[in-house]
């Protein structure tokens, strides 16, 4: 949608240890990227930093950038740019912070924060997955098309954003989350704890006793692989109840918001090793009290990065029926059907397009 846009947008990649400032136009990068420390233990220095960052960025290009835009990481109240709350990266800024203003201020330029899940789902809706699968599917001759993405991040946490009918879904409070939903093996606890990189750690350690390791999951991932001396088996497990308690929370959003899944993030190097069981899990059944089977997800969920599923997933079921009284023949496809990407763009990239674009959107909107 913004692919061909001539306009600029600022963005930022705020971590707790660097701030990256670049600019995008068309939903690619037209700078080199810049990066200053955060200092987000000071807030002074922090919002001095940042301001600092921008204005570099912005004296570099040849024509004024129409907006910034960019991804914070933690709870804010967003539609109003205010950071606040437990930000274990940004200590400096839990008493609340009018971001948006002050930056606006400071530069003279529209500004929009998001949560970085919800920037990855849109860059990808705008930008990334969404438009790639429909143009394989038109590429094919199906006359299937999706509109809706349910994006997830697997890092230090799991993330989560929705777009629906191309339309960010922030909710009513900024507050569309998945990390808080149930683990499916320990009851009680939080799916996080089985999606995220400490819990690739624990479930390695658990498994292979070795609670004193230091490896890192890209550590892990290499045991499993066999190009590592370690505990296969544990590395092994450690991914694939990763990818079961990923599914089965996946499970829940894609049979309320029914779109394609797309996942980023840098757990995804293992994506071979987890994406079995992710599959399985969105595949599973569920059970009445007759004891009746009924699918977990109703629609057929396939793995769009295997190119035999992909086939299977454009050539649908197409029937043809005879309207009754009539010579009148009707076709359609009685698959109902999503499926499991991974992202080609990279995290840190879908995030800053979502950006662009969701600034952009709202410009445009404000001008109608």
Same mark, same amino acid.
């Given at each position: ?10 963005? &930022? ?19 080199? @990227? ?5 200092? $987000? ?5 922090? &919002? ?26 933690? @709870? ?13 990266? /940004?200590?400096?800024?839990?008493? %609340? #912070? =009018? ?9 003279? *330029? ?9 920037? /990855? ?9 969404? @438009?790639?699968? +429909? ?13 809706? *993405?349910? %994006? ?34 320990? +009851? ?11 819990? #690739?750690?624990?479930?390695? $350690? ?46 829940? =959003?894609?049979? &309320?918001?029914?779109?394609? !899944?797309? !996942?980023?993030?840098? !757990? ?5 090793? !987890?994406?079995?069981? *992710? ?21 057929? #969920? /396939? ?9 299977? /997933?454009?050539?649908? +079921? ?6 009754? %009284? ?21 995290? $840190? ?7 662009? =674009?969701?600034? *952009? ?8």
């Amino acid at each position: 949608m913004y692919k061909h846009d001539n306009r600029i947008v600022i963005t &930022l990649d705020a971590g707790g240890t660097n701030l990256v400032f670049g600019a995008m136009r068309g939903c690619e990068y037209i700078t080199a @990227p810049i990066t200053y420390p955060s200092n $987000s233990h000071n807030l002074d220095l922090c &919002l001095d930093t940042m301001v600092k960052g921008f204005r570099e960025v912005i004296e570099s290009l040849d024509e004024r950038p129409v907006a910034v835009s960019f991804a914070f990481p933690g @709870p804010a109240d967003y539609p109003n740019g205010v950071i606040g709350g437990y930000l274990p990266n /940004f200590p400096s800024f839990r008493e %609340g #912070v =009018a971001l948006g203003a002050f930056l606006h201020k400071e530069l003279g *330029l529209p500004v929009f924060i998001n949560n970085d899940g919800d920037l /990855f789902a849109y860059g990808e809706a705008l930008c990334g997955a969404l @438009p790639e699968i +429909n143009r394989r599917l038109s590429e094919t001759g199906s006359a299937k098309r999706y509109k809706n *993405l349910i %994006g997830y991040t697997f890092g230090t946490g799991f993330g989560v954003g929705m777009v629906i009918n191309g339309q960010l879904n922030r909710g009513d409070n900024s507050c569309v989350e998945t990390f808080c939903l149930p683990h499916k093996l320990k +009851n009680g606890i939080i799916a996080e704890e089985g999606v995220a990189v400490r819990a #690739v750690k624990r479930v390695y $350690s658990e498994v292979s006793g070795e609670y004193n390791h230091q490896l890192e999951p890209k550590d892990i991932c290499e045991i499993a692989d066999g190009k590592r001396p370690g505990n296969r088996q544990a590395a092994c497990k450690a991914f694939a109840e990763f990818g079961e308690i990923a599914g089965d929370s996946m499970a829940i =959003a894609a049979q &309320l918001i029914d779109g394609i !899944i797309v !996942i980023g993030g840098g !757990i995804t190097a293992a994506r071979h090793l !987890i994406t079995p069981s *992710l599959i399985k899990e969105l595949r599973s059944s569920l059970s009445t009290l007759r004891g009746d089977s009924v699918r977990r997800v109703q629609m057929e #969920v /396939f793995n769009l990065d295997d190119p035999a599923e992909f086939a299977k /997933f454009a050539k649908g +079921n197409i029937r043809t029926l005879t309207v009754r %009284g009539t010579n009148l023949n009707i076709a359609y496809d009685d698959m109902k059907r999503i499926g499991v990407t991974y992202s080609k763009l990279g995290a $840190s990239k879908a995030i800053s397009a979502g950006a662009y =674009a969701y600034a *952009l959107s709202q410009l445009d909107s404000q001008s109608e």
